[in-house]
């Protein structure tokens, strides 16, 4: 029988249906119930490998439905949780940034609420055979802003975010932080750099950008292309999301980041140059032909990049994929999900 209980919110999107496999393939014993809303960004496509999985239940719900998460809480009797469920475009975050406090701030205090009451006492008395339960809230860098040409994002740079998407997950490791200092509950928060590689959306940059280019139509890049962003391959992430959980130090916050900082146009010239190896355009061209660059977006962060000293000098955690290898592997995943 499994050990331990452990709930994952979000479990259908890109990271939580890459982190749920390879949890349960690390950690056999214990039982996940994957908590999700599934909307657009949510698919039980992605958890067609643990659907049988007897240590594996979905349950489609919303993070939003406080009295959802108590009885679930009163069901399962949950030992930890790794807080996936987010909204996370930041455009939709433009046009419609309600979702992202509805869903990012109150659905974390939901979770972290339900928790605190069915875990603990007292602020800082945890109940008796619940001591080692921990609560692990998955964010981003983007709460840190922009950086200017140097620099690096570190657990102690000030936040900054630009974005109603970016000020909804601020918010949300600030409620994490609080109930720390407050309750004294186990938390740990992750923040993580872009993270890229097999099963995420169509509507992110580097699955448009193969999509596009395969179907022979404008590829968009916004403004000049020159923003800068830090790519971490997504089981990378994974395992240091699984390393802050079990090792981490209660109350603090871990970056993880790939150390692979590119431009936008660094990004499309070698997915291209790729297509054009794996899977050349029939009408004899190159993908990079493609390239359209439009309007850039309000509030475009110029430059994200992560210091990941603290995990990997305490934790041990190192990412396994530079760019150049990991994004072979995901051109390759979709290749084989487009049917080329």
């Known amino acids: 029988m499994p050990n331990k209980t452990i709930l994952i919110t979000g479990g259908a999107g ?25 909307t657009y960004a ?8 643990v659907e049988a999985n007897p240590n594996y239940t979905f349950v489609k719900g919303d993070i939003r439905d406080y009295h959802l998460i108590e009885e679930l809480f009163d069901k399962y009797n949950f030992d930890g949780i790794f807080h996936f469920a987010a909204e996370s475009h930041v455009d939709n975050s433009i046009t419609g940034p309600k979702a992202f406090i509805e869903t990012n701030v109150n659905g974390t205090f939901n979770l972290i609420e339900v928790a605190r009451k069915k875990w603990m006492i007292a602020p800082f008395k945890v109940k008796r055979g619940y001591e080692n339960n921990r609560f692990h809230h998955v964010s981003t860098d983007e709460v840190y802003g922009s950086l200017g040409p ?21 918010s949300s490791d600030f409620l994490v932080r609080s109930y720390f200092h407050t309750y004294g509950m186990n938390v740990v928060t992750t923040n993580c750099s872009n993270n890229y590689g097999p099963k995420q959306h169509d509507e992110k940059l580097i699955p448009t950008i193969i999509r596009k280019a395969l179907a022979q139509e404008p590829i968009p890049i916004y403004g000049n ?32 980041g790939g150390k692979n900082e590119r431009d936008n146009l660094y990004i499309v010239d070698k997915i291209c140059s790729i297509l054009d190896a794996r899977k050349p355009a029939v009408n004899g061209t190159s993908y990079k032909d493609l390239v359209s660059f439009v309007k850039d977006r309000p509030g475009h962060d110029q430059r994200y990049a992560i210091d990941a000293t603290k995990i990997e000098s305490n934790l041990g955690w190192k990412a396994n994929e530079d760019f150049e290898s990991g994004i072979l592997k995901t ?10």
């Open 14 to 38: 890109f990271i939580g249906s890459n982190f749920i496999p390879y949890y349960l393939k690390e950690h056999p014993k214990e039982q996940i119930v994957n908590l999700d809303l599934l």
């Open 331 to 340: 051109v390759d995943c979709y290749l084989t999900k487009y049917n080329y």
């Open 150 to 170: 140097t620099g690096l994002f570190t657990e102690e740079t000030p936040y900054a975010p630009n974005s109603p998407y970016s000020a909804s997950k601020a």
């Open 225 to 256: 292309g020159k923003n800068i962003r830090d790519w971490l391959y997504v089981l990378d992430h994974c395992k240091g999301i699984d390393l802050a959980y079990k090792t981490g130090l209660s109350g603090e916050t871990y970056n993880i």
């Open 42 to 49: 949510g698919d039980l496509n992605n958890l067609l490998e």
